[in-house]
């Protein structure tokens, strides 16, 4: 177990649509990022927050948004939905002071656009 | 459990043997690279880092080898096990930002 949680573990919607992909991530971690891990693309960046500040930003479609709320947990929506949205979202976790390159995982929010 | 279905190259190993995956890196600037191990229905976990400036670096039955000249990265397995069987992606990492960019990605499959 990571630490980080995310919430829905599944979800299926209509092309058009807007969701929400909750995280939270591990206690004490001021970091969160954003990936998007789809069949035919891997694992690719998004978006980082820290201590509730956009910090980097990827691959991120301008129908893509993201927040990091005071509490630390972080929201991606993801609205008017294309069948090319089909993915998992991966939330991950870092410490200021912890190993480069090492992220902490949540087990990814499954998203099925029909 | 969940399985992302990507299109990757597959390793087959015999259980007990050695495995070796390989990758290759584009960003000469970056800082860490760090290997990544993603079971089904997982997110990836972090195994292994080495810094830029090392060659080689030594975990419990793992090693990372990192060859700048050809800009290429190397993942070790000592006596694969079966919970080894999982994708095994590389990534680059800049420390001023720690954003990762990952690569594609190598399916290891360990025979009983």
């Known amino acids: 177990d990571s630490g980080v949680t995310q919430t829905p573990k599944h979800l299926i919607t209509a092309t058009g649509q807007r969701v929400t992909l909750r995280c939270s991530p591990r206690s004490g971690d001021l970091s969160v990022y954003w990936y998007q891990q789809s069949l035919d693309q891997g694992l690719q960046f998004l978006i980082q927050y820290y201590n509730g500040e956009e910090r980097a930003k990827g691959n991120i479609l301008e129908r893509f948004s993201a927040q990091q709320f005071p509490d630390l947990h972080s929201e991606l929506n993801l609205s008017s939905l294309e069948l090319g949205d089909s993915a998992l979202y991966f939330c991950?976790?870092?410490?200021?002071?912890?190993?480069?390159?090492?992220?902490?995982f949540g087990e990814g929010s499954r998203l099925t656009v029909l | 459990g969940e399985s992302v279905g990507l299109h990757l190259p597959t390793l087959s190993v015999q259980e007990g043997d050695n495995s070796i995956i390989n990758c290759a890196y584009s960003?000469?600037?970056?800082?860490?690279f760090i290997w990544y191990k993603q079971e089904s229905g997982k997110g990836p976990q972090f195994i292994i880092d080495i810094r830029s400036n090392m060659d080689k670096r030594q975990g419990q039955r793992v090693t990372v080898l990192l060859n700048k000249t050809v800009k290429h990265l190397s993942l070790q397995i000592a006596a694969t096990q079966p919970g080894d069987s999982a994708v095994y992606f590389c990534a680059e990492n800049m420390v001023a930002g720690n954003m990762l960019t990952f690569g594609g990605g190598t399916r290891l499959m360990v025979k009983p």
């Open positions: 960003n000469s600037a970056s800082d860490y």
């Open positions: 991950a976790s870092s410490s200021v002071g912890g190993a480069s390159g090492e992220l902490f």
